[in-house]
């Protein structure tokens, strides 16, 4: 807890709400307008932050209706950071063969949310360390975000890094290797 202050004062962000975190492309299967329409509903203080750039530019123009910080780039090390900040990172893809942005936000420690289309989150994401919303239920996020509370966030941040260790490329090699022995 004592990091994510420190780098929540780094970036001049607030202490006492939820910090919600997208990373990804701008693009239509990104679906960005849906967790947009989603936070206009959202009853607890938070902040989302974009950060991305692409092609969906009127995503940029419909953030103004939420609170929001919009970031284009981020040099890796900052990115990383970024996802140390946050409470929840959400990635509502329509469609996604995987999602490797799941991997470095709960490499990260970070709480994840994504869409039932996240192949990711098929290995990754279970009940005790982060959530797999339904894209067709127009108000999913919402409802799941307005139920966030501290205590149970930081359970499963642990429960995140705990089960990412084991989906390190070394020890992707390290099980290769062990099948080709065989």
Not at 28 to 53: A, C, R
Not at 59 to 71: D, V
Request: net charge negative; aromatic share 10%.
């Amino acid at each position: 807890k004592e990091a994510k202050h420190a780098l929540r004062n780094k970036y001049q962000l607030p202490q006492d709400i939820c910090i919600i975190l997208s990373v990804g492309r701008l693009s239509k299967e990104k679906n960005h307008q849906y967790v947009i329409e989603n936070l206009k509903h959202v009853s607890i203080p938070y902040l989302f932050i974009l950060v991305g750039d692409g092609s969906e530019q009127d995503t940029i123009k419909t953030l103004e209706s939420i609170q929001h910080r919009y970031i284009k780039d981020l040099d890796s090390k900052t990115l990383f950071e970024y996802y140390q900040l946050a409470d929840l990172f959400v990635l509502a893809s329509t469609s996604e063969p995987w999602g490797l942005v799941v991997n470095e936000a709960m490499g990260q420690g970070c709480v994840v949310a994504t869409s039932q289309y996240v192949n990711a989150s098929k290995e990754l994401i279970h009940q005790k360390n982060g959530f797999i919303f339904d894209i067709h239920e127009p108000h999913a996020l919402t409802n799941l975000i307005n139920h966030i509370d501290d205590d149970s966030l930081e359970d499963m941040r642990l429960q995140s890094l705990y089960t990412i260790q084991t989906y390190t490329f070394e020890h992707m090699v390290e099980v290769f290797n062990k099948v080709i022995d065989v």
